[in-house]
């Protein structure tokens, strides 16, 4: 965060870095008292839009245990391209889906107690993941959910909730900041017509961090938050700015 001081004038297309908090905050405000034309009055102005995810990833799990070791990889050898052509079958471009090197673990015993005798092995555990990143989110969110059939196959998959992205921030930013600014003026108007003035050149603007919440969320957090579990989301800017009083 930093503060950035204007000469006069305000503009919509003001340039203010990224905003904080939710559009339901109401603007905080203050006089700022010295002689005439020291006077100022600071208010926080808010910005709200609903916006759809258009990135999603989505990771779904392969693993095997056997008591021995060419076992476990024959089965997850034979298994992870199936699921890669399951995937396929879905409508899902080849150049889509990634998949990742094995992951080995090799089990032990572990006497009554639980505790694990490393000098005796009982078998080994093998993983191997796919990931998708595609901007068909609808379409990955409902083969996400239908991916679990492959269990029926005998196949041991895990599906992972997907992580929604939205990769137009940077395009929305700025209008969000000056819709936000734009709330601040009016904010600042109403206040000073209440006590018989009027606002003049803008002396300070003072910016915190976007929060990307769930749609409908009250959740906030200081260091900004990036919600990545909806497929909807709400983004919010937050401005703090003071004006001159006349």
């Not at 808010?46 to 476990?72: E, F």
């Not at 490393?118 to 068909?136: A, F, M, P, W």
């Not at 990769?167 to 206040?191: F, N, P, S, W, Y």
């Not at 260091?223 to 983004?235: P, V």
Request: glycine share 10%.
């Amino acid at each position: 965060m930093g503060d950035e001081r204007f000469g006069s004038g305000f503009g919509a297309g003001i340039a203010l870095a990224i905003g904080l908090v939710l559009a339901s905050v109401i603007g905080g405000l203050a006089f700022v008292k010295g002689k005439r034309g020291d006077q100022m009055i600071t208010v926080t102005g808010s910005a709200r839009k609903r916006i759809k995810s258009d990135l999603v990833i989505w990771k779904a799990g392969v693993s095997y245990q056997a008591p021995v070791l060419a076992d476990a990889y024959q089965s997850l050898s034979q298994n992870v391209p199936r699921v890669k052509s399951y995937l396929i079958g879905k409508g899902i471009p080849e150049n889509q889906i990634t998949i990742s090197s094995i992951s080995s673990q090799t089990l032990h015993a572990r006497n009554d107690q639980g505790e694990e005798n490393t000098g005796q092995i009982t078998g080994y555990s093998l993983r191997q993941e796919l990931e998708v990143r595609s901007n068909d989110v609808d379409k990955i969110a409902k083969i996400a959910r239908e991916a679990t059939e492959l269990i029926n196959q005998g196949i041991l998959l895990e599906s992972m909730a997907p992580a929604y992205h939205y990769t137009k921030l940077g395009e929305e930013k700025i209008t969000m900041l000056a819709e936000a600014a734009k709330d601040a003026k009016v904010r600042a108007e109403k206040v000073a017509e209440s006590t018989g003035s009027s606002i003049g050149s803008l002396r300070t603007a003072r910016m915190g961090v976007l929060q990307i919440t769930p749609a409908d969320s009250n959740e906030v957090s200081d260091s900004g938050m990036n919600d990545t579990s909806s497929l909807e989301k709400d983004i919010t800017a937050v401005v703090n700015v003071g004006f001159e009083i006349n």
